[in-house]
């Protein structure tokens, strides 16, 4: 049987090992196989993302608490990741050990989430206080880096905290050798207080300037950025990149073209994507996984 079924069976020996063996998720972590580089062979990174739960960010399309269902997050996850293109994952804390209790995490990468206290639609969202992993954490369960939000909003006072406190996580991701990966956002406030995504190219140039400069080294510093057909966005930077996929659109063909563009970029690296391919219309996890593979392939 393929090892990207759920079964019940699967699934009550996750339930019971969680409420009678707490100790086993040390162990998994323990006895997880570490690959030995974080790029592919082609040179290429590719992740699929699982943090958007912690953050309160359950919504996908029409359904707002999609991602609410675990066994049908899991099981998700377990089909992306059976493709042998996909080099791993990027979850929060309690994803990642489930992940790991199922024994789908061997030879992959593992990126753990680390700032998810900015919940979705919260008057403080913007102060993102770190919530997941820390860089400490990481180091002592043997995962390959850490990711920070870095959402910029000139007009709340609340940036000023996250952007100090992912300074100091970058800082202490350099001192163990672990990749930093920045996602770094401009926004600015409606007139009804919401947040609006600014994706012209002096804001999202300025906010790449911005995340490579914090820390005391950019050394293990990588950038996680929206897909941009300007390419003064992706200049602003030496550092690598891999592009986020963001909230699915009505048209995955769409998608996947705008990905195509920005990846063709000399230093871009590869894809970071979530709800996209774990939730696309016509529900074909696989096809929408198999199809981003082939993208970043025929693009590197």
Not at 69 to 75: F, G
Not at 240 to 265: E, F, I, M, Y
Request: aromatic share 4%; hydrophobic share 45%.
């Amino acid at each position: 049987m393929s090892e990207s079924v759920l079964t019940d069976e699967r699934w009550r020996e996750l339930l019971r090992t969680r409420a009678t063996d707490p100790e086993a998720v040390r162990r998994a972590y323990a006895a997880r196989r570490k690959r030995p580089n974080l790029l592919s062979e082609r040179g290429t990174l590719f992740l699929v993302a699982a943090d958007h739960p912690a953050r309160g960010a359950l919504g996908v399309g029409g359904d707002p608490t999609a991602m609410a269902d675990r066994r049908s997050l899991l099981e998700r996850l377990l089909v992306a990741l059976e493709n042998p293109a996909v080099d791993g994952i990027l979850g929060t804390p309690d994803v990642v050990e489930e992940l790991l209790l199922l024994g789908a995490l061997h030879d992959k990468i593992v990126i753990g989430s680390m700032n998810r206290g900015g919940l979705a639609g919260a008057e403080w969202e913007i102060d993102d206080r770190f919530t997941g992993y820390d860089a400490r954490s990481l180091m002592d369960s043997r995962l390959d880096g850490g990711k920070m939000l870095l959402r910029l909003v000139d007009s709340d006072r609340g940036t000023v905290p996250t952007l100090q406190a992912c300074a100091e996580a970058v800082t202490e991701l350099a001192a163990y050798g672990l990749m930093a990966m920045v996602e770094p956002l401009p926004y600015r406030q409606n007139d009804a207080g919401g947040l609006v995504l600014q994706t012209d190219t002096a804001s999202l140039a300025r906010a790449v300037t911005v995340a490579s400069g914090i820390g005391v080294t950019s050394a293990y510093t990588w950038l996680k950025l929206p897909s941009t057909d300007d390419p003064a966005v992706l200049g602003a930077t030496t550092l690598p990149v891999v592009v986020l996929g963001g909230a699915p659109s009505p048209d995955p063909a769409a998608d996947l073209a705008a990905w195509g563009r920005t990846v063709r970029h000399e230093v871009v690296r590869g894809l970071v994507v979530g709800r996209t391919l774990l939730y696309p219309p016509d529900g074909d996890v696989g096809a929408a996984v198999a199809a981003a593979a082939k993208l970043l392939e025929a693009a590197k």
